[in-house]
Every structure is written in C-alpha cells, then in structure tokens.
C-alpha cells in the first residue's frame, strides 16, 4: 500500500480534480484505490458520489473520542468501480477539528486507521485542505509521498516553502519525499509559465515532476457533472496528462 497526500495551502489549484482523476487512472489499470477526503467542504465526497452532501458514517468518526470507528464500514466505492473507492467526509468534520485538538495521539490517528486496509489497496490518496489543519497533520504523518499541484496564478506559489517547513516539522523526515507538479496550465501564457518554472526551480529543484496537466474546460464541467473525465469525455487531451502523471508517480516507488 502506497500512500500519497495531495496538498497545497493554497486553495483553487485543483487538487480535488487531480485526486479524482489520478485515482480514476490508476483504478483503470487495475489499481485498487482508495481515496479519502479529508477537506470538510467535501467537495470530493459530492463528485465521486454523485452530489450526495451528507454521510454516515465519514471521516469524522475517525476522529471521535472514543476512537472506535470502523473505518471498513466507511469505505464506498467510487462510480460502481470494483476498483475505486472513497471515504467520505461532509461540513461536521470542521467541528471534530477543533475538537480534535485535546485529543490524544491525534497525529497518528488516521495512519493507525488506514493500516487496518495496507491489504487491501495498492494506492491511497489523501485529499487535503488548504490549511494545516488536524487533518492535514494527519495526511502528512500518514503519507508516503506528498504531491503539490501548482496553478498558473499570480500568487500560484505563495505559502510553497512555508509548506514545505510545516513537512519537515510534522514528518520530522530528513528524506522528506515531496514532488511539485504544475496543474491547470494554459500553454498560451508562456510569460508566466516561464516566470512560475523558474520560481519553482529555485524553491525545489530535483522535486519537480516532468508531467504537467493543461488546463481545460472539460476538467471543471466533468466535476460538477459527478464524473471523473475519463467518463465525461473520453477524447480530452487532459486525460492523457492524467496518464502520464500516474506513470511518472507509480515511477517514484
């Protein structure tokens, strides 16, 4: 079992989408996957299940005081997928958050969780909010690998090297296996595709994935149809890119 989390402080960089779709990929080749949403605005959660908004059990649970969830019984699958899976999450996470904070060992709460299924998956992703919060500790202690989608925006790489301190604090890893990737890229703006290339060659050379995902429409209309794009339409170029991030990153173990 491989566990990678997919995070940014940065909201709107499409890690949902990327979770989505890279799962979608992998589950495609014959991957087992799972992935868990662990953003309480459960916008992952609403596209894998079909817009459903609340959900029982969830990714709360895991989280309870009295820390005797079932976490078989809060996984579903993904699209009626032999192969795709997801634990869902809805709005109440925020409240456990903030509950979450007395908590005992809070940090290793979910990784004891997730090794209760090490058999029964090749690949796990873990979709984070864009914050440091409980459950985003939670994700980097239980990771493997961290993956980082980078947008085309003006600000596309503010908070990134904060992000990266808050990895060596929490993981306390001198290894730390972390790789950058450029997300939602638009070929025509080649001046701040040049300028964002260069920025993040200083921040994280060696740890910049070769794969880059361009933007396009049918990403974002794919989602709020409820469907990963492979689905939603078959001949967009974008999922060729899906294709080849998962090569790359299947590569890395």
Same mark, same amino acid.
Not at 56 to 62: A, G, S
Not at 149 to 160: E, I
Not at 213 to 238: D, N, V, W
């Given at each position: 079992?491989?566990?990678?989390?997919?995070?940014?402080?940065?909201?709107?960089?499409?890690? /949902? %989408?990327?979770?989505?779709?890279? *799962?979608?990929? !992998?589950?495609?080749?014959?991957?087992?996957?799972? $992935?868990?949403? &662990? @953003?309480?605005?459960?916008?992952?959660?609403?596209?894998?299940?079909?817009?459903?908004?609340?959900?029982?059990?969830?990714?709360?649970?895991?989280?309870?005081?009295?820390?005797?969830?079932?976490?078989?019984?809060?996984?579903?699958?993904?699209?009626?997928?032999?192969?795709?899976?997801?634990?869902?999450?809805?709005?109440?996470?925020?409240?456990?958050?903030?509950?979450?904070?007395?908590?005992?060992?809070?940090?290793?709460?979910?990784?004891?969780?997730?090794?209760?299924?090490?058999?029964?998956?090749?690949?796990?992703?873990?979709?984070?909010?864009?914050?440091?919060?409980? /459950? %985003?500790?939670?994700?980097?202690? *239980?990771?493997? !690998?961290?993956?980082?989608?980078?947008?085309?925006? $003006?600000?596309? &790489? @503010?908070?990134?090297?904060?992000?990266?301190?808050?990895?060596?604090?929490?993981?306390?890893?001198?290894?730390?296996?972390?790789?950058?990737?450029?997300?939602?890229?638009?070929?025509?703006?080649?001046?701040?595709?040049?300028?964002?290339?260069?920025?993040?060659?200083?921040?994280?050379?060696?740890?910049?994935?070769?794969?880059?995902?361009?933007?396009?429409?049918?990403?974002?209309?794919?989602?709020?149809?409820?469907?990963?794009?492979?689905?939603?339409?078959?001949?967009?170029?974008?999922?060729?890119?899906?294709?080849?991030?998962?090569?790359?990153?299947?590569?890395?173990?």
């Amino acid at each position: 079992m491989k566990t990678i989390a997919v995070l940014n402080q940065k909201g709107g960089v499409g890690k /949902t %989408t990327v979770t989505i779709n890279l *799962a979608d990929v !992998l589950a495609k080749q014959g991957k087992q996957v799972l $992935v868990v949403d &662990l @953003d309480p605005q459960g916008n992952l959660s609403k596209v894998v299940s079909g817009g459903e908004v609340r959900f029982d059990p969830n990714v709360m649970d895991l989280f309870a005081k009295d820390n005797k969830a079932d976490v078989r019984a809060m996984v579903r699958s993904a699209y009626d997928s032999e192969n795709f899976f997801y634990i869902p999450t809805d709005i109440r996470l925020s409240r456990v958050i903030e509950a979450g904070l007395t908590l005992s060992f809070r940090e290793v709460r979910l990784t004891n969780h997730l090794n209760k299924l090490k058999d029964d998956f090749d690949y796990i992703l873990l979709d984070c909010p864009p914050n440091l919060s409980l /459950t %985003t500790t939670n994700a980097i202690v *239980a990771a493997d !690998l961290f993956l980082m989608p980078v947008n085309s925006g $003006v600000f596309a &790489l @503010d908070g990134l090297e904060d992000l990266l301190d808050a990895l060596n604090e929490v993981s306390q890893d001198q290894s730390l296996n972390y790789y950058i990737f450029r997300n939602e890229v638009a070929a025509q703006n080649k001046v701040i595709n040049g300028a964002i290339d260069e920025d993040l060659l200083q921040i994280a050379e060696g740890r910049i994935l070769k794969t880059s995902i361009r933007r396009s429409e049918h990403i974002g209309q794919a989602s709020f149809m409820s469907m990963p794009l492979s689905q939603y339409k078959k001949g967009s170029t974008a999922i060729n890119d899906y294709k080849s991030l998962a090569k790359e990153i299947i590569s890395l173990f």
